[in-house]
């Protein structure tokens, strides 16, 4: 059963896997919102009551869907905690002033599109905002001006970011007047980045957990020409005896969530089937030398 724990010491409690809405309507553009509501009540059964959805997912039209089935089945949205995430502008009907595409975390951008979201969405409030990436063109300043007004106007009620390095993380961190929940980062057997560039050891350091996107990286595990994910599936394929013979991708995930900062896993897939088996990540608890020889498998070497 996937459990829930505080993302940061002021931060909400969010379940170890999340349920992600990028790919919501790559199959179906306008799905039947009974689908939609199936869907996340298959999630609350398995235990995951953490929604992540963007402002710009489905080229802005995912958090409607998602609105749609709030309104539809009354009670819903109180047993989610809903993230969303704004400051990606590109053009088209929905931000018709952008020529080319763009950041835009100015406090302006970031108040008018959480106004927005919270109409698509139906919902009187976000659990918390993510900045979706950082904006070189904007000061700190002006994007905790944004965030402190959001808090302040129940709009919001936490902040954090997304894609930021530690030296950006902690900038804006020391102009916000409430401090950032998360740093949701690319993490995963495929992109191991975060282990060194600093960014899990900064969440570990202030007790953040992080939020680990496109946790099979982006499905590319799978990919019968993807030598690095060939190795990494050999390499589940041989340990998985020792953890309920679970699949790969829920090994591959339970890889992620072994890391001592205990990121959250937000799940791309939007198959029943696979949210359910994924799921099942949360039960097992890696071994030392087994997660190390992931991280070999993903490396095609030895620990130096
Ligand atoms: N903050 C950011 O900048 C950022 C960026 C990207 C994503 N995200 C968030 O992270 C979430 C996850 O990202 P992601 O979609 O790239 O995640 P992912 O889990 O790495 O990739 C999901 C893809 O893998 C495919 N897949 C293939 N075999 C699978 C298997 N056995 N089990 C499960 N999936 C399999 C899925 O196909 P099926 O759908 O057919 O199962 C889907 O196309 C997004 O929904 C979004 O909420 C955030």
């Known amino acids: 059963m996937v459990t829930s724990q505080a993302l940061s010491p002021n931060g909400p409690k969010v379940s170890q896997i999340v349920f992600g809405t990028w790919r919501l309507l790559d199959n179906d553009e306008t799905p039947a919102t009974h689908d939609v509501i199936k869907l996340l009540e ?22 409607a869907a998602l609105g749609k089935a709030f309104k539809d089945q009354p009670g819903l949205r109180d047993q989610f905690q809903i993230i969303s995430k704004c400051g990606i502008d590109v053009p088209s009907q929905v931000k018709k002033s952008a020529v080319l595409p763009h950041y835009n975390s100015s406090a302006d951008n970031l108040i008018t599109c959480t106004e927005k979201s919270l109409r698509l969405l139906n919902i009187d409030h976000l659990d918390v905002l993510l900045v979706h990436r950082p904006d070189w063109f904007t000061s700190a300043d002006d994007t ?54 600093g960014s899990l050891s900064q969440c570990e350091r202030q007790h953040i957990r992080p939020m680990a996107w496109s946790p099979l990286g982006g499905g590319r595990l799978f990919d019968q020409d993807n030598e690095a994910g060939l190795r990494i599936r050999k390499c589940i394929d041989d340990m998985r005896h020792k953890y ?3 699949d790969d991708a829920a090994l591959a995930l339970a890889w992620i969530l072994a890391h001592p900062s205990q990121p959250r896993v937000i799940l791309g897939t939007t198959q029943g089937k696979r949210i359910h088996s994924s799921s099942l990540a949360a039960n097992i608890q890696l071994d030392r030398q087994d997660w190390y020889a992931l991280w070999q498998a993903a490396k095609g070497q030895s620990v130096p």
Do not use: W
């Open 42 to 63: 298959l999630c609350l059964e398995l235990g995951i009551t953490t929604i992540d959805t963007a402002e710009i997912y489905g080229l802005y039209t995912v958090e």
């Open 144 to 197: 905790a001006s944004g965030l402190d007004q959001l808090i302040k106007d129940g709009k919001i009620l936490h902040a954090g970011v997304s894609n930021y390095n530690p030296h950006q993380f902690d900038l804006l961190n020391d102009r916000v007047a409430q401090k950032l929940v998360t740093n949701q980062i690319e993490f995963n057997l495929l992109h191991m980045d975060p282990l060194e560039d």
């Open 244 to 246: 309920d013979d679970i």
